[in-house]
């Protein structure tokens, strides 16, 4: 089994900043992309950034900018650094991650997603 665990989400007055972190443990072949996504109250879910494993970035509208993704693939963690925080920045943030495992001699890849950490932007 594979384990996806948020964390770093809060209570954060407007212009602030908070670093969230997503560690990946259990029978891991490897990580391939990793990313964030967010869903506020009455939205969709939306793709905040997204990064190969070979640190190649994505940052769709609107967090460009202001969000930072980055991985330690030796800690099989990423990490999504929020500047300047916006009262509609406020969401439920999930990362997810492509997996790589080996069950029975074979290589699976499938898409692994955490619990989410809530984040509250407001003063």
């Known amino acids: 089994q594979v384990q996806l665990v948020e964390s770093g989400g809060g209570l954060v007055q407007p212009g602030g900043s908070l670093r969230l972190s997503c560690a990946a443990s259990g029978s891991i072949f490897s990580l391939n992309d990793m990313g964030w996504y967010r869903q506020a109250p009455g939205k969709e879910r939306e793709l905040v950034a997204r990064i190969t494993r070979n640190g190649n970035t994505n940052y769709p509208d609107p967090a460009k900018g202001r969000f930072t993704i980055s991985r330690d693939n030796a800690k099989n963690t990423v990490y999504l650094q929020k500047n300047s925080l916006k009262p509609e920045d406020t969401a439920v943030y999930s990362c997810?991650?492509?997996?790589?495992?080996?069950?029975?001699?074979?290589?699976?890849?499938?898409?692994?997603w955490g619990q989410g950490t809530q984040v509250t932007v407001s003063s």
């Open positions: 997810y991650a492509k997996v790589t495992t080996l069950r029975a001699a074979k290589l699976y890849v499938d898409d692994y």
